[in-house]
């Protein structure tokens, strides 16, 4: 037996199974989202800057699970679209801070409603308590997996390698 057969079913990857669970929930709200000319991700930063002032762009990053690369490509988009505007931070210049316009607030604010109908119908369908146990579920994970990261990160600040001294 080799050790790939030994690894649980491909259906029951966790990884997977999240991914699934993911696009069977967006696909609820694709329609409504490209019918405004947005996409995903462009969603997730409008809902994050909706939110909030303003964001410095690693942090909205951060806030939306968007790697660097694929927020150099979407900003400027939503700035030439004027959803977004940005601007150098005044205290160090080579950051970049990100704020939703009023259009960008006009076009969440239009989306805002049928986005809580689309999850009224998911809390009908899957139920409100089951829901609401899937959001504790998804928190509780999110939670017990960023302890260790931390705890390895905070560890590593305070190893000291000893500097071995050589000749005289």
Known sequence: MTSASRMRPFERSL???LMLA???VMQRFRPHLTARG???QQWRII???NEVDDLEIADLGARCCLHAASLSRILPKLAADGLIS????????????VSLTAKGRRLFEAL???SEAIYAALARDIGS??????YQLLDDIIVSLARPARARRNAAAHIRI????TGP
Do not use: N
């Open 47 to 49: 809902r994050a800057l």
């Open 129 to 134: 308590a089951k829901l609401e146990k899937v």
């Open 162 to 165: 000893p500097v071995r001294k």
């Open 22 to 24: 993911r696009e069977a």
């Open 38 to 40: 947005l996409t995903d």
């Open 112 to 114: 805002a409603p049928q």
């Open 15 to 17: 990884p997977m199974q």
């Open 86 to 97: 940005r601007r150098g931070s005044k205290t160090d210049q080579r950051r970049v801070i």
